[in-house]
């Protein structure tokens, strides 16, 4: 029966993307990418904490997300917050370890739901926030709403990056 019961564990391990880390929940997978002309290698993980969805009767979880093409090094961080944002950019705010907010515009593509940095310089100083945290908040406030806060676990967030990375080489 253990035998069975670590041969399931395995194989969910490489069905949920082959890259898992249990630790914190990030996991590296291929997807597809219409603005990158094919596929993408993305470093995800789903907020620990639900926010309201936009009639305000669900719950939805937002997806922080770091993103790259093959062959290419160049890292793009996007959040999927699953509700309408905004139709135009709008600033992000990242808090690490309980420290004080760091805010950077970001850009919303046309879903409206989902916000994306506007380059690799600002990419580079969410990860390096990241690198050196345990604990991330996000906050954006939806147009005219209140804000929203979603919550990720970085625990193993650098050997999920240097996976990432390594595939993007």
């Not at 949920?16 to 291929?30: I, K, P």
């Not at 907020?47 to 719950?59: N, Y």
Request: proline content about 3%.
């Amino acid at each position: 029966m253990r035998n069975a019961s670590a041969l399931a564990a395995a194989l969910l391990s490489f069905v949920w993307g082959g890259a898992s880390n249990a630790a914190g929940n990030w996991h590296v997978e291929t997807i597809e990418d219409a603005s990158a002309s094919g596929s993408a290698i993305a470093l995800m993980q789903e907020s620990a904490k639900t926010i309201k969805g936009e009639s305000g009767t669900s719950d939805v979880r937002p997806v922080i997300e770091l993103r790259c093409v093959p062959g290419n090094a160049a890292i793009t961080a996007r959040i999927d917050w699953q509700r309408f944002i905004s139709s135009f950019s709008t600033e992000v705010g990242f808090k690490v370890d309980g420290g004080r907010f760091m805010w950077l515009k970001w850009k919303v593509d046309q879903s409206e739901r989902v916000t994306i940095s506007p380059s690799a310089e600002d990419s580079q100083k969410l990860i390096d926030a990241l690198s050196a945290g345990s604990e991330l908040l996000v906050e954006v406030s939806p147009y005219s709403q209140a804000p929203e806060t979603a919550s990720f676990d970085l625990s193993g967030f650098s050997d999920s990056l240097a996976s990432l990375m390594s595939k993007c080489q």
